[in-house]
C-alpha cells in the first residue's frame, strides 16, 4: 500500500516575467542586493514625530475649577435651604401672597318702626400700584403725572398730592389708597377710562396706559336716608369708616361687626387661582332698633328749626318721652348737621346738645321743689301764700320776673304764676333750720337725677352741676329752690316730668329698643331700672298744680293750651351763662309738661338758648314749640282725650 503522507506537496514556484533593470541600478553583490549610492549623495534623514504635550495637567485645572464652582453652589444651597431656609422662605410668601381685610358690612340704625335711618351702600376704595408708573414699566417718565391729571377731577382731589401717592419715596411700595369709599359711579368712571387707554394702547404702542396700575377695593359707605334728620342721636361715620359720635359710636362694637381676611397668592397684581387662597369671613354687624319715632322727631325737629330761627337764638332742643316707659320717642336739636356731608357743618353744632349742654334750668326746677314740699307735708296745694314785692334773704334781695304788688297766692298759685319769692317761702318750711331744708332739698333733686348721668351712656353727656348742700353759698341756698345755681342738660329736665306723670316713679330714659344679630335674631335692651321718688298721691296733686299753669288765665303757660287735651306744664325764663365767657348773658327759656294730665302717655320738653328777637320768656316761645310737638305725638300716637274736666284749683285767696 502506498502511504498517504498529512503534509501539504511543496509548491512549486512558477516562473513569471524578468523585472526590468533599472537603467542605473546597481546591482548589490548577491541576491537581493540593493542598488549602490551615487557618488557624493548622502543618505537623506529621516521626519521627526509631533509628539503633543500631556492634557492631565489641563484635565486637573478644569476639574478644579469645577469642582469650586459646584463647591460654591453647594455651600449657597445649603445656606438657602437649611440656615436661611426660613427667611427666604418667609420673603417667597411675602412676595408671592398678599393679603386683604374683607370689611364687614355695618349694621342698620332704625326708628322704632324698622325705617333706617342710617344704613350702608356699596362703595370702592380707590387704590394703585406705584411700581406699575416707574418709566421701566410705562416707557414714559411723566407717568404719576398723566395718571393724576385724569383722576384728579374724578376723585375730587389735588393733582399734584395724588402724584405724591403715585410716585412715593419708598420706591419698593406696592399699594397705596388714593381714595376711600368712593361711590360705584365714581369708580365706574375710571374704569371706563382705564378700559378706553388700554384699548389706545394695543393700537398705538406708543401711547401708553397710564392707570393700568389703578385698581379698587369693594367697600361700603355710611348714609343717612334722613338727612339731618336726628343726627345727633345717630353721630356719623367719617370718609376712612371711623365712628364721630353718636349712636354710631356708643356702639360701634355692635353695628360695625368683625373685618374678615383673605389671602392670595398673585403675579404681576392678579390673582392666580390655581395657587389655592385662605379665607376668614367678615362677620356683619349687628342692627340697633332706637325707640325713635321717625315721624315724631320730624315734628319735633321742624318745630325747634323754625323758632330758633325766628328767636335769633343760639340753639334750642326738643325732647318726646313715653312717660310708662322712658322710651325717648325724639330728641331733636338746631342747628344741627348733616352726617352725609360734614364739610359744610359747623363744629359748635356736631355733637347732641339736648345731652352735653349743661345750663340752669329756671322755673321748670320748681316742679322739684313743689315735690318735695307736698311729699313732706310741709305744705297743700291750698296752702296760703304772701308773696311780697321782694324779699330780703341772706345777702341779697330776690324778686320775681315782674313788679307786682303784694300776690296772695295759693301754693298752686306760687307755682302757676312762677313766683321765685313764693317758691323760697314754701322750701323754707322743709326743715327748721335753712341747714335742713336744704338737706332735704337736696335729696330730692338727687332722686329726680340731678347730678348724675341719665343712664343712657351716651358719648359726652353732662351730668350737670348739683354741689352738696353744706357747699351752697348763701344765695344759692335761696335761688336753688327756683332753678338757679344749679345746671342741667336737658334730658334730665325731661326725666323729671315724666317721674311725676308716671305717677312719682322715674324710669331711667332709653334710646335703643334693641339688637338684630346677623342671625336675624332680636335681642331686646335690658329693661331699664326705676326708683320712686314720690307717692302717686303727691304726683297727682303735682300734675293738677301743672295744669293751672296751662289752664288758668293767671298762669304762664297758656300758649301750650291743645284744644279737647288736659294739659299739665310749667314755663321757665333763666339767666342763661355764656360758655364763652362764663358770665350771664341772655336768658334760657323752657317748657316741660305732659298731657292728657289726667291719663299721661307723653312728655315734651323744650329750651332755647339765648333769644334775641321777640319776646325770650319760655312760655311765650318755647310754649307754642310745646304745643305743635305734643299735639302732633298725640294724634301720631292716637292718644284719645279723657274727657274728664280739670280740677281747676285756686290760684289765690282774699285776705
Aim: a positive charge.
Amino acid at each position: 500500500m502506498t502511504e498517504v503522507s498529512d503534509r501539504e506537496p511543496p509548491r512549486r514556484r512558477v516562473p513569471g516575467p524578468a523585472r526590468p533593470a533599472r537603467p542605473d541600478a546597481r546591482r548589490r553583490p548577491g541576491p537581493g542586493a540593493r542598488p549602490g549610492r551615487r557618488p557624493g549623495q548622502g543618505r537623506p534623514a529621516a521626519a521627526k514625530p509631533l509628539r503633543l504635550g500631556s492634557p492631565r495637567p489641563r484635565l486637573r485645572l478644569v476639574g478644579l475649577a469645577l469642582t469650586l464652582v459646584l463647591a460654591a453652589f453647594v455651600v449657597r444651597l445649603f445656606q438657602v435651604q437649611a440656615v436661611d431656609a426660613s427667611t427666604y422662605a418667609a420673603k417667597a410668601e411675602q412676595n408671592r401672597y398678599v393679603g386683604q381685610v374683607l370689611a364687614a358690612d355695618r349694621g342698620e340704625i332704625t326708628d322704632r318702626s324698622g325705617v333706617a335711618l342710617a344704613t350702608s351702600e356699596d362703595a370702592y376704595d380707590i387704590t394703585a400700584d406705584p411700581t406699575m408708573f416707574a418709566p421701566k414699566m410705562l416707557k414714559v417718565g411723566d407717568g404719576p403725572e398723566q395718571a393724576a391729571a385724569l383722576l384728579a377731577p374724578i376723585l375730587g382731589q389735588e393733582q399734584e398730592a395724588l402724584v405724591e401717592k403715585l410716585r412715593p419715596k419708598n420706591k419698593a411700595l406696592r399699594y397705596v389708597k388714593l381714595a376711600s369709599r368712593q361711590t360705584p359711579q365714581v369708580w365706574k368712571q375710571i374704569k371706563d377710562l382705564k378700559s378706553a387707554l388700554a384699548k389706545k394702547a394695543e393700537t398705538d404702542k406708543s401711547t401708553p396706559n397710564v392707570l393700568s396700575g389703578v385698581f379698587s377695593v369693594a367697600t361700603s359707605k355710611r348714609v343717612y336716608p334722613g338727612g339731618d334728620l336726628a343726627a345727633g342721636i345717630l353721630g356719623w361715620v367719617n370718609a376712612e369708616g371711623k365712628p364721630g359720635g353718636g349712636i354710631e359710636l356708643q356702639l360701634n362694637k355692635q353695628l360695625a361687626g368683625k373685618d374678615g381676611k383673605i389671602r392670595y397668592a398673585q403675579s404681576g397684581g392678579r390673582l392666580v387661582p390655581t395657587a389655592g387662597s385662605t379665607e376668614t369671613p367678615a362677620v356683619p354687624g349687628s342692627d340697633v332698633e332706637l325707640t325713635i319715632d321717625r315721624d315724631i322727631q320730624w315734628a319735633a325737629q321742624n318745630a325747634i328749626s323754625d323758632q330758633v330761627k325766628e328767636s335769633a337764638a343760639d340753639r334750642g332742643y326738643v325732647i318726646v318721652q313715653d312717660t310708662r316707659t322712658g322710651q325717648i320717642l325724639a330728641m331733636a336739636n338746631s342747628p344741627g348737621f348733616d352726617p352725609n356731608d360734614l364739610s359744610d357743618a359747623d363744629p359748635a353744632a356736631l355733637g347732641n346738645a339736648a345731652l352735653q349742654d349743661a345750663f340752669e334750668p329756671g322755673s321748670t326746677a320748681k316742679v322739684m321743689s313743689m315735690a318735695a314740699v307736698l311729699q313732706e307735708n310741709a305744705a297743700t296745694p291750698g296752702t296760703h301764700v304772701v308773696v311780697p314785692n321782694r324779699l330780703h334773704r341772706g345777702d341779697r334781695l330776690f324778686k320775681d320776673d315782674i313788679d307786682h304788688p303784694t300776690w296772695y297766692l295759693t301754693l298752686n298759685g306760687v307755682l302757676a304764676k312762677s313766683s321765685n319769692i313764693g317758691t323760697i317761702l314754701a322750701t323754707g318750711q322743709l326743715g327748721k333750720t335753712q341747714a335742713q331744708a336744704n338737706k332735704v332739698l337736696y335729696d330730692y333733686l338727687r332722686k329726680f337725677g340731678l347730678g348724675s348721668y341719665t343712664g343712657l351712656g351716651f358719648p359726652g353727656e353732662t351730668k350737670g352741676i348739683l354741689a352738696p348742700p353744706d357747699k351752697w353759698s348763701t344765695s344759692q341756698q335761696y335761688t336753688i329752690p327756683f332753678g338757679q345755681g344749679v345746671s342741667i342738660n336737658a334730658m334730665q329736665a325731661a326725666s323729671v316730668y315724666s317721674t311725676i306723670a308716671n305717677g312719682g316713679v322715674r324710669i331711667e330714659p332709653t334710646l335703643v329698643r334693641g339688637t338684630k344679630g346677623p342671625d336675624g335674631r332680636f335681642t331686646p335692651a335690658p329693661k331699664p331700672a326705676e326708683n320712686r321718688v314720690v307717692s302717686d298721691r303727691t304726683a297727682k296733686t303735682l300734675a293738677q298744680m301743672l295744669e293751672s299753669v296751662v289752664d288758668d288765665e293767671e298762669g304762664t303757660g297758656t300758649k301750650a293750651r291743645i284744644p279737647g287735651y288736659r294739659v299739665a306744664g310749667k314755663t321757665g325764663t333763666a339767666n342763661r351763662v355764656d360758655p364763652a365767657t362764663g358770665k350771664y348773658h341772655g336768658y334760657t327759656s323752657s317748657f316741660a309738661g305732659f298731657a292728657p294730665a289726667d291719663k299721661p302717655r307723653i312728655t315734651v320738653y323744650c329750651a332755647i338758648q339765648n333769644a334775641t328777637q321777640g319776646s325770650y320768656f319760655g312760655g311765650q316761645i318755647c310754649g307754642p314749640v310745646y304745643k305743635k310737638v305734643m299735639e302732633f305725638a298725640l294724634k301720631s300716637l292716637q292718644v284719645p282725650p279723657t274727657g274728664a274736666e280739670p280740677a281747676k284749683l285756686p290760684v289765690s285767696f282774699k285776705q
